[in-house]
T-cell receptor, first 118, second 110 residues
Framework: GAVVSQHPSWVICKSGTSVKIECRSL??????MFWYRQFPKQSLMLMAT?????????EQGVEKDKFLINHASLTLSTLTVTSAHPEDSSFYIC??????????????FGSGTQLSVL | QKEVEQDPGPLSVPEGAIVSLNCTYS??????FMWYRQYSRKGPELLMY????GNKEDGRFTAQVDKSSKYISLFIRDSQPSDSATYLC??????????FGQGTRLTINP
């Protein structure tokens, strides 16, 4: 299957600082990437859809000014958590679709980033 | 009512047992059905992908979709301790956002 690389795998930061998480599609081009948030023992919550060359689409209740998304190329999307606070501590996961060939509904995930805000 | 319902478990079985994981859904427009496996603090890994109704087998894993009942299943034969993980069902109408179940925590005891 397609490979999605996410970096860093974990980060600890002080309250008030900003953190950037990168998501790369390694062997395919992804015009659309998705960012999820996952709390312990819960399922994935879609935060936003990242579109290459245009603004991201945010889900209801997600602050677009707090979670900045940039999708500047067909293989890279970034999520920046601005002015992070302890309540932003969570597991963030990106995903992408390989739209080439059949079965392009399949979603491939990065390995996730555990963010801890002190 | 949630669009996709999945028993969160936890489910604990002995090694070698057959495991059955299930999801029900309410949206009859769902056409694509997936099962993901997620280890702790890792991203979900695609296990099985099925379009419309029917069965699909891959090694020890079998996925079943019954659209008439709005019910999907994942069977794991000869379960191994390495199968211990959270299993998420997911589905979509097409190339749109996936809707996930809550995930079932599975433990295979040696």
């Amino acid at each position: 299957g397609a490979v999605v690389s996410q970096h860093p795998s974990w980060v600890i930061c002080k309250s008030g600082t900003s953190v950037k998480i990168e998501c790369r599609s390694l062997d395919f081009q992804a015009t659309t990437m998705f960012w999820y948030r996952q709390f312990p023992k819960q399922s994935l919550m879609l935060m936003a859809t990242s579109n290459e060359g245009s603004k991201a689409t945010y889900e209801q209740g997600v602050e677009k000014d707090k979670f900045l998304i940039n999708h500047a190329s067909l293989t890279l999307s970034t999520l920046t958590v601005t002015s992070a606070h302890p309540e932003d501590s969570s597991f963030y996961i990106c995903s992408a679709r390989d739209l080439t060939g059949a079965g392009n509904e399949k979603l491939f995930f990065g390995s996730g980033t555990q963010l801890s805000v002190l | 009512q949630k669009e996709v319902e999945q028993d969160p478990g936890p489910l604990s079985v002995p090694e070698g047992a057959i495991v059955s994981l299930n999801c029900t859904y309410s949206n009859s427009a769902f056409q694509y059905f997936m099962w993901y496996r997620q280890y702790s603090r890792k991203g979900p890994e695609l296990l099985m992908y099925t379009y419309s109704s029917g069965n699909k087998e891959d090694g020890r894993f079998t996925a079943q979709v019954d659209k008439s009942s709005k019910y999907i299943s994942l069977f794991i034969r000869d379960s191994q301790p390495s199968d211990s993980a959270t299993y998420l069902c997911a589905m979509s109408e097409g190339a749109q956002k996936l809707v996930f179940g809550q995930g079932t925590r599975l433990t295979i005891n040696p």
